[in-house]
């Protein structure tokens, strides 16, 4: 946000007439600090609650989607679009806001990441190249690589699997969950954040190294 006000000083300064549509897209594209972002995230949860009476969770989606393909498997048999229609809307409009802004309204700029963080990659064997995800991992070429499936497909099958299993994902424990007081919502939290430094420190060392 500091970088974004300096922008606008200089544009100011060197004579160029700012538009409300040039504070708007810069706005867009620049980082939104925490206490202006984590609070929009948290007003999700009570105008669900209020308007509809719904809980705002995207791993169900999973469940909604295959509930309205053809099956005679029990779980499915449900109204999906009564109790997830709303929900795959929410999750297309995330992929549609993810397309504008990643795409249509992506900031140019590489990627900046902390000097500590950038070292401790390197230090791992991964280079920070400006993008959101390292190549070397997440990318068509690296797919083949033993590295990048297990990264891409493993992992990819091992988050929904978990967030099935934990009963919601991210959004529904660490959002919802918690906002309700939920004993299980705070273990999975827990178990988020534990996950996510084991993960780091153990395995990406591992993983790397195949």
């Known amino acids: 946000m500091r970088v974004f006000v300096c922008y606008l000083t200089v544009l100011a300064d060197s004579g ?3 538009s409300p549509m040039d504070i708007l897209l810069d706005a867009i594209r620049g ?3 925490w206490y ?4 929009l995230i948290g007003l999700t949860v009570p105008l669900l609650l209020f308007f509809g009476n719904k809980r705002f969770g995207l791993s169900s989606n999973l469940r909604h989607a295959c509930a309205a393909l053809p099956s005679k498997n029990p779980f499915f048999q449900y109204d999906w679009r009564r109790e997830g229609g709303w929900n795959l809307l929410v999750f297309l409009g995330i992929a549609l806001g ?3 802004g990643g795409v249509l309204l992506a900031n140019p700029a ?4 902390a000097e500590p963080t950038a ?3 390197a230090q791992a064997g991964l280079t920070v190249d400006g993008a959101f995800a390292p190549a070397a991992l997440f990318s068509w070429s690296a797919l083949f690589t033993l590295p990048g499936f297990v990264a891409m497909v493993v992992g990819g099958f091992l988050i929904g699997f978990g967030a099935r299993w934990a009963g ?3 959004s529904g424990h660490g959002i919802m969950g918690l906002s309700e007081l939920q004993w299980p919502s705070l273990l999975a939290v827990v178990g988020f954040f534990v996950g996510g430094v084991l993960a780091t420190h153990l395995l990406l060392p591992i993983l790397l190294g195949l």
């Open 168 to 170: 919601g994902c991210t």
């Open 119 to 121: 070292a401790a990659l």
């Open 36 to 39: 202006v972002a984590g609070p």
């Open 16 to 18: 160029y007439k700012i």
């Open 31 to 33: 980082p939104w600090p």
């Open 110 to 113: 590489p990627l900046e990441v």
């Open 98 to 100: 993810g397309f504008v």
